[in-house]
């Protein structure tokens, strides 16, 4: 199973770390031990000292496809639940300046909490209209509408399987909406679908 991540996949947040808006899907990948599920802690990296929620929804893989086209790509999807890309933003900002890769700013352990619900496709009245939020400790900090995603879903499975065969169980990361902001020893994360608590991330 591996972890396909979109950045800067709205444009808000784009501007929001002084990144140009792309013009085509910007992806990374995080490994299978990135993995968090079961509301599983998060254990604060030691070589971090500014790590960065990012909350995002995540498409779950269902069918092994490579070269997909984007009027296909929906038939590649099974359900749909969130997550969040857990970024050491002070290495990421120290790779970008350097023009190296981000692996050990956003692949490390624990780096991927994922909620073990995903819901259905067919149980969305519209994909478009897909709302998501986080509340750390209790206060809202981030929220989106999957349809202001720059690259929608269908566009990301065609660019992306392109390169990559994508396989039954992988998870595709879809980008962050405006207001990352830090982390703590002891914050709770909670991620929501249309207000529905799904996922639940404690930092120790
Ligand atoms: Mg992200």
Redesign the pocket.
């Known amino acids: 199973m591996k972890i396909i991540?979109?950045?800067r996949n709205y444009s808000e947040h784009a501007s929001e770390l002084n990144n140009p808006v792309p013009t085509e899907p910007v992806f990374f990948l995080k490994p299978d031990t990135a993995f968090l599920r079961n509301n599983q802690p998060f254990f604060m990296p030691d070589f971090s000292n500014d790590v960065h929620y990012?909350v995002?929804l995540v498409y779950r893989i269902s069918r092994v496809g490579r070269n997909i086209s984007e009027r296909y790509a929906h038939r590649y999807i099974s359900g749909i639940g969130v997550g969040i890309?857990f970024?050491a933003r002070d290495i990421q900002n120290r790779c970008k300046k350097l023009g190296l890769p981000w692996e050990i700013a956003k692949s490390f352990d624990g780096s991927a909490p994922v909620s073990n619900t995903f819901i259905n496709v067919e149980d969305f009245d519209d994909l478009n209209q897909i709302s998501f939020h986080l509340e750390k400790n209790g206060v809202l900090v981030q929220k989106g509408v999957s349809g202001d995603m720059i690259f929608s879903i269908d566009k990301i499975i065609a660019y992306v399987s392109k390169f990559i065969t994508l396989k039954i169980g992988d998870l595709i990361?879809t980008?962050?909406p405006t207001g990352v902001g830090s982390i703590a020893i002891g914050d709770i994360l909670t991620a929501y679908i249309n207000n529905e608590l799904l996922h639940k991330t404690k930092v120790c």
Do not use: M, P, S, V
């Open positions: 991540c979109i950045g990012e995002e890309d970024t990361f980008g962050t």
